[in-house]
Every structure is written in structure tokens, then in C-alpha cells.
């Protein structure tokens, strides 16, 4: 059986929520859904999206919110995600708070909780330096580090506000290790009535 939920995890870059996502997902037995992953996979292809993003992603820049969006609603309109999904880096900032709500109501949904994974701002810069040098992803450079840390606090910590609002908002401490996270994360879930594919 598949359990269903309609999941966003928000968090600083280098919160672990890409880690985290992952877990939950297969928990749940649902798609993740990273708008990071996905125009990576498309630099890496060399595809024209790919092109399109490069440097927008060096720099640490946003992407333009309907190119996103466009992306989005062609991957939650595939057959995997009719039953549920995990949101990782989408929406990013209000406008895309709409967008994502227009789409989802218009086929009678909404999300079912927002995860956010809280560290300190000096982990996540540690954490990410040290990323920086096992990975040698093109945007861990200090200066897009800086810039993506920044608009994360100045664009999208402001869709907390929205999505606290409807109450759907699960704040869980990512410190810890990763056993524990996914732990503290289930759980948070299970109290909202939202359980395991079993
Ligand atoms: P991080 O959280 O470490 O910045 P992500 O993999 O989530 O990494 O995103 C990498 C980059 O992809 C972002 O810096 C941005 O350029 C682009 N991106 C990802 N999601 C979005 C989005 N929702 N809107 C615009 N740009 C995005």
C-alpha cells in the first residue's frame, strides 16, 4: 500500500534536507520532487533547459519563477506523483507559494505539511564548506554560498509566514544525527495523522 502525502521540506542550504527528503520519501513511498536535482540532471545532459541555467545556478541566483513553475507542473502531472509527493527547493518564495497553490487546488489538493529543518546559520556554513570540498558542486564557491544563504533568509524564510498561517508548518531541530532526524521527522508526521507506506 502507498500512503499518501503532498510533503514540502524547507531549509537552509546545507540543513540536510536533501538527505532528509529522500528518506521521508521512500518512507512514504513517494516521488521527490528537487527542483535542484532537476536542472543539474538537465546541466549535466547538456539539454537546453541545462543551458538555459548554468549560470544562473554558479551564481547562486533563482531561476525565473515560470520557467520553475513550468518544470514543476510538468513532474507533479506524471503518474507518480498523482498519490503524493515530496517537494524539496519548491517554492522557493511567495509568488511560488501561488503558483504551487493554484496548481494544487485546481486538481482539489494542498499540501499536507511543510517540514522545516532548523540549523544555526554557522553549521550550515560549515556543513556546506566541508560539502564544498567532497562534492565540488559548481555553486559551493564562497561567493554563491553567501548569495544563496542570503536569499534563503530574505526570500524564502518569508513562506514559512504563509504556510504557518494554514498551520501546516513542522519546525524539527537538524541537529543530530541522521537516524535521529528522520526519526524526529516521522514522527511530527504521525501526530498529523500522515503514516508510513506500509
Ligand atoms: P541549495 O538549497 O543548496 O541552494 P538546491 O539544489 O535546492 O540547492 O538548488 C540549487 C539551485 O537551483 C538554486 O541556487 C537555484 O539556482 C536553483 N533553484 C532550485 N530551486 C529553485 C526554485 N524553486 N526557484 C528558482 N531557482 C531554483
Known sequence: MTASARLLIVGPQGSGKGTQGVRIAEAFGIPVVSTGDIFRANIKGGTELGQQVTAILD??????DELTGEIVRDRLSQDDAQSGFLLDGYPRNVAQVGHLDE?????????DAVILLDVPREESIARLSLRAQEQGR??????????????????????LAVYGERGIVDRIDGIGSLDEITERITSVLAARGLTLAS
Open 59 to 64: 551564481r547562486g541566483d533563482l531561476v525565473p
Open 138 to 159: 559548481s555553486d559551493d564557491t564562497e561567493e554563491a554560498i553567501a548569495h544563496r544563504l542570503e536569499i534563503y533568509e530574505n526570500e524564502t524564510a518569508p513562506i
Open 103 to 111: 496548481f494544487l487546488s485546481a486538481r482539489g489538493e494542498a499540501l
